[in-house]
């Protein structure tokens, strides 16, 4: 799967960092209709997540109410990780703490 170590978009911050980057969005609906589509992200407002699918031009609007999650691949994933690394060597106070509530979780 190329979603092995997924980085999960969440704060508008983050959408606005990923612009013209690929995505995967996981949709969820009352119907069983879930599907995953994958593009490059145009945009996301109060209402929707544009994506450029197959980077043809050919626009698709999701609901944000039919969003589960937006993922950028594996291979961004990584990136995101080793600055988390980093940040973790700068405080470790901080991600020491972090990591020991993360493993009660699992």
Request: proline share 6%; glycine share 4%.
């Amino acid at each position: 799967s190329p979603l092995e170590n997924p980085c999960v978009l969440d704060s508008q911050r983050e959408f606005d960092d990923a612009r013209d980057l690929d995505v995967f969005v996981e949709t969820r609906d009352p119907w069983g209709s879930n599907r995953v589509l994958f593009g490059k992200l145009v945009d996301r407002n109060a209402m929707d997540v544009i994506i450029n699918q197959d980077n043809s031009g050919r626009m698709v609007t999701i609901p944000n109410c039919m969003i589960h999650q937006v993922l950028l691949p594996s291979g961004l994933a990584v990136v995101s990780e080793n600055f988390k690394q980093k940040m973790a060597e700068e405080y470790p106070e901080y991600y020491e703490q972090a990591e020991v509530e993360e493993e009660e979780v699992f």
